[in-house]
């Protein structure tokens, strides 16, 4: 069974600072697609950015980016020029291949990082 | 276009009584899953469904029944409720045919069972 782990509880960031959260997983398979979702208080969950784990390039979205390294099992998030409403619970999510031959696309969460940002 | 819905938003139920939560989504999407959220933790998987007729069982199915019977609905069913199942719960749903395949979620369901 796949796992992700999230070894920051909390982490606290100056506005317009930069800060990286962690994210590790573990998994036999060789495809699959890596997430970072945002949950503030009001509990939607929000896409913030995905990587194809076929896919060398680190996926960016605006000042949100990641560093994946495949072979450490290591998806790390930084947030740049933090903004007060980056404020929230960050996870971390694996996800399976839709058409794997088991765990068809199921997903496992780490259990997240409160992310508080400070005026 | 609704997105992803679950109805209702708060629930409080009696040990051993039973109940059906109630999700739906308006984008035709082929995948659907369950999740609950702990106090502190992150999401973990109930049941999941790849299409319309075929249901599968995720990491912490016990109590809990579903069924697919159109594309649209995915209801959750607790059987006999429990303390334990004292939870946020969450449903979303994806598309198959998108790379990679971004889930939608509902706005949860929380539920306390005294």
């Known amino acids: 069974a796949q796992t992700v782990t999230q070894s920051q509880p909390e982490m606290s960031v100056q506005e317009a600072e930069t800060v990286t959260l962690s994210c590790t997983y573990d998994?036999?398979?060789?495809?699959?697609?890596l997430f970072w979702y945002k949950q503030p208080p009001s509990r939607q969950m929000i896409l913030v950015i995905r990587q194809e784990a076929y896919k060398q390039q680190n996926a960016t979205e605006n000042r949100f980016s990641v560093n994946f390294q495949k072979a450490a099992k290591s998806f790390s998030l930084k947030i740049s020029d933090s903004q007060l409403g980056d404020a929230a619970m960050y996870f971390c999510?694996?996800?399976?291949?839709?058409?794997?031959?088991?765990?068809?696309?199921?997903?496992?969460f780490g259990d997240g990082t409160t992310l508080t940002v400070k005026p | 276009n609704a997105g992803v819905t679950q109805t209702p938003k708060f629930q409080v139920l009696k040990t051993g009584q039973s109940m059906t939560l109630q999700c739906a989504q308006d984008m035709n999407h082929e995948y659907m899953s369950w999740y609950r959220q702990d106090p502190g933790m992150g999401l973990r998987l109930i049941h999941y469904s790849v299409g319309a007729g075929i249901t599968d069982q995720g990491e912490v199915p016990n109590g809990y029944n579903v069924s697919r019977s159109t594309t649209e609905d995915f209801p959750l069913r607790l059987l006999s409720a429990a303390p334990s199942q004292t939870s946020v719960y969450f449903c979303?749903?994806?598309?198959?045919?998108?790379?990679?395949?971004?889930?939608?979620f509902g706005p949860g369901t929380r539920l306390t069972v005294t």
């Open positions: 979303a749903s994806s598309s198959t045919r998108d790379s990679p395949t971004e889930q939608y």
């Open positions: 998994t036999s398979e060789s495809d699959y697609y």
């Open positions: 999510a694996y996800r399976s291949m839709i058409f794997a031959n088991t765990n068809a696309g199921k997903s496992t």
